[in-house]
């Protein structure tokens, strides 16, 4: 007799962001740039053929002032590396200037800008983007990110959303402001949300990855004093325990569990050039059964889920 065994739903995703923007807002002469754009773009290669052999969509949030640079260094060879026809690569965007949304009480003080200003930013980075790319953005990475993101501003989720976007990844701290976040916010579940105006957020989960690459930050380990093979293992390590801590919420809520990963690849440059570790990390998410996808690809099914819901609602009334 063939039994059926009933699997109970457990369901996983992590995001696959990479914040694309070396060099930011560093106040870099311009001969000193290239460096640091070259170094980017070969990380970018090689994350691109990594995920394209394991099959998996990312996301690149691209800052407007990097596509224009990088774009006089490599011309039309920058539509290949970031090649939209390619359905498993995802370009958005992180804004033009990575000048800061809100005011951020920690690390340097930097000038923050006024509603009217976001607006203004994301749309040059939109039309950079579209003019280069020839991809109009829908989601954005906000420049440092904020405690519980964009809570609390409605000005500031208007100007998000007026410029285009229908999804921002902006709650990457916790209420410390520190660049490390958990899956829970003392009970509540940090997941993906509606602002009132519709907006969705995607927060991030875990540390930012810059953390690995060596800063010298209260609050953040000295991973530049560590042993290489430690800093290894506490990497992977911290992947793997989001991966099972996410497992557990699963299942206990019969729900799909996102865990939004903030990568660098100027921080990967310098913590996993050759991308060993990235590979440990997606080969234990296939055993676990967790999917990778990009923010977009997660941010539609989100979308499709909320349409059927509120399908059921109306039909039911
Ligand atoms: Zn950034």
């Known amino acids: 007799m063939k039994t059926n065994i009933v699997k109970p739903f457990?369901?996983?995703?992590?995001?696959?962001?990479?914040?694309?923007?070396a060099p930011f807002?560093?106040?870099?002469?311009?001969?000193d740039?290239?460096?640091?754009?070259?170094?980017?773009?070969?990380?970018?290669?090689?994350?691109?053929?990594?995920f394209d052999s394991?099959?998996?969509?990312?996301?690149?949030?691209?800052?407007?002032?990097?596509?224009?640079?990088a774009a006089k260094l490599y011309n039309k060879e920058l539509i290949k590396i970031f090649n939209i026809d390619n359905p498993l690569i995802d370009v958005q965007s992180h804004a033009?200037?990575?000048?800061?949304?809100?005011h951020v009480p920690v690390g340097m003080n930097k000038p923050t800008l006024t509603p009217g200003q976001v607006f203004e930013d994301i749309k040059k980075a939109n039309e950079i983007i579209s003019e280069i790319l020839h991809k109009e953005p829908i989601g954005l990475r906000a420049p440092r990110g904020y405690a519980l993101g964009l809570n609390n501003s409605e000005e500031l989720t208007e100007s998000v959303k007026n410029a285009g976007m229908h999804y921002v990844s902006s709650d990457l701290r916790n209420k410390d402001w520190q660049i490390k976040t958990d899956l829970f916010d003392g009970h509540e579940i940090r997941q993906p949300r509606k602002y009132s105006n519709g907006l969705i957020e995607m927060p991030s989960h875990g540390w930012q990855d810059?953390?690995?690459?060596?800063?010298?930050?209260?609050?953040?380990?000295?991973?530049?004093?560590?042993d290489k093979k430690k800093v290894d293992k506490y990497i992977?390590?911290?992947?793997?325990?989001?991966?099972?801590?996410?497992?557990?919420?699963?299942k206990k809520r019969n729900k799909t569990i996102y865990i939004g990963g903030c990568f660098h690849p100027q921080a990967i440059a310098v913590y996993d050039g050759d991308l060993k570790l990235f590979r440990q990390i997606l080969d234990i998410a296939k055993e676990k059964e967790?999917?990778?996808?990009?923010?977009?690809?997660?941010?539609?099914?989100?979308q499709s889920l909320n349409k059927k819901y509120e399908q059921r609602i109306s039909n039911m009334q």
């Open 10 to 21: 457990r369901k996983v995703s992590l995001l696959l962001g990479f914040d694309t923007e």
């Open 25 to 31: 807002d560093q106040p870099h002469q311009e001969e």
């Open 33 to 50: 740039i290239k460096p640091a754009i070259y170094q980017t773009i070969t990380i970018v290669k090689s994350l691109n053929s990594l």
């Open 54 to 69: 394991y099959k998996v969509s990312r996301t690149f949030f691209l800052l407007g002032k990097f596509v224009e640079k």
């Open 96 to 102: 033009y200037s990575h000048r800061q949304f809100r």
């Open 210 to 226: 810059m953390a690995f690459s060596g800063l010298d930050i209260p609050g953040v380990p000295q991973f530049q004093k560590w």
């Open 236 to 250: 992977v390590g911290h992947y793997t325990e989001l991966m099972d801590k996410a497992m557990d919420e699963s």
């Open 290 to 302: 967790v999917t990778v996808e990009s923010y977009t690809s997660a941010f539609n099914n989100i």
